[in-house]
């Protein structure tokens, strides 16, 4: 995914009026160690709770950004 992506869906993305999904530097960052490290069949609340206390964001965000960011059973990589 590109950055132009990411921006799109980052200035669209306001549900319940909280904004859900983090700064690309941020996402940029999350998206490189789930890229690395993990395919979407290791996914469990316990790696979402732990990702989203490392990185210092809310869980709703990093659930957000790992739906937005799977694709064919493993993470996208952000790409500038």
Known sequence: MTYEEYQAHYL???SDK???L???DTAKSI???LHQR???SD????????IADKFNVADAC???FMNLMMR??????LKM
């Open 12 to 14: 669209n993305d306001f």
């Open 18 to 20: 909280y904004h859900h």
């Open 22 to 24: 983090s700064h690309f």
């Open 31 to 33: 998206a490189k160690v």
């Open 38 to 40: 993990f395919t979407v």
């Open 43 to 50: 996914l469990t609340e316990e790696l979402r709770y732990s």
């Open 62 to 64: 990093v659930e957000r």
């Open 72 to 77: 064919d059973g493993e993470f996208q990589e």
